[in-house]
């Protein structure tokens, strides 16, 4: 389904029972709503409403021109929440969809129940520009976000994951592969300029925060300081795991969202 927004279309998908608690989903750079999927038969068949949306950019809405902000995604999703009726959620980001969420819970405290952050950081990590520079040269060159599938799932899931389920591999490589190259670099810029570091101990939103033991991109380190840093926050650690635990082992996963979210319902 689309929302239209200022000129533009946001896509979301929301599914489960009309007076359903509802749970907000966000995705990853260069992902979609799609890789949520090992999460949803457990979430509907608990009788939560679970909504997923697309950034700008990304699977089914359309991008917008320039360098994007964390705070602009986070107004994105709550222009949505609001077109939707939807008043209170349980957030659950990875990835930058997890600094989403930090911006979110920071501005918009109001309108979470509960926050669920995952191989996310606090700020811009340091040497960001030496790792993320050519990265964004090569979709800039190239116009598109197929050069760099192959490194991305690399450092996406361990080597464990590829033979074990083929067809979610790929499935999600070419996910990667057709984002637009302007989605791309507006959230590129987005993660190279964000430090939430001193907003932090002022959310008091309950946040559990998740990261696989083996993620080199968003390692347990910045993971761990954000639940060290909010008032009421908790780590989780999955092992074997890289930037998608929650592809990678959905039933460890999901053995830790849904207490969570029991917990805070």
């Not at 239209?4 to 750079?29: A, E, F, M, Q």
């Not at 409403?49 to 360098?67: I, Q």
């Not at 995952?118 to 197929?146: F, H, I, M, Q, Y």
């Not at 939103?205 to 009421?232: F, R, S, Y």
Request: proline share 7%.
């Amino acid at each position: 389904m689309l929302i239209n927004l200022d000129g533009r279309k946001i896509y979301y998908d929301l599914t489960g029972p009309d007076d359903g608690p509802v749970v907000c989903l966000t995705h990853s750079l260069s992902s979609d709503g799609g890789m949520w999927a090992e999460q949803m038969p457990v979430l509907i068949g608990a009788g939560y409403r679970v909504l997923r949306l697309d950034m700008r950019g990304h699977g089914g809405s359309e991008p917008v021109a320039g360098d994007y902000t964390m705070a602009q995604l986070a107004d994105d999703v709550v222009a949505a929440l609001d077109a939707l009726g939807i008043g209170k959620v349980h957030y659950i980001g990875l990835s930058i969809g997890g600094m989403i969420g930090q911006a979110f819970a920071i501005k918009y405290p109001t309108r979470l129940i509960s926050a669920m952050l995952c191989d996310t950081l606090p700020a811009t990590p340091e040497g960001g520009e030496a790792a993320w520079g050519p990265r964004l040269k090569a979709v800039r060159e190239a116009n598109s976000v197929a050069p760099l599938a192959d490194g991305t799932m690399e450092r996406w899931f361990t080597d464990a994951f590829k033979p074990r389920n083929p067809g979610r591999w790929k499935q999600i490589r070419e996910t990667i592969a057709g984002t637009s190259a302007a989605g791309y670099l507006g959230c590129g810029a987005a993660i190279l300029n964000f430090d939430f570091r001193g907003q932090l101990p002022a959310v008091e939103t309950p946040v559990l925060v998740v990261c696989g033991d083996q993620d080199e991109g968003t390692p347990p380190a910045g993971n761990k300081l954000i639940a060290e840093m909010v008032k009421n926050g908790r780590y989780e650690e999955i092992k074997s795991a890289r930037h998608f635990p929650n592809v990678e082992h959905p039933e460890i996963f999901n053995s830790i969202m849904m207490p969570w979210l029991a917990q805070n319902r």
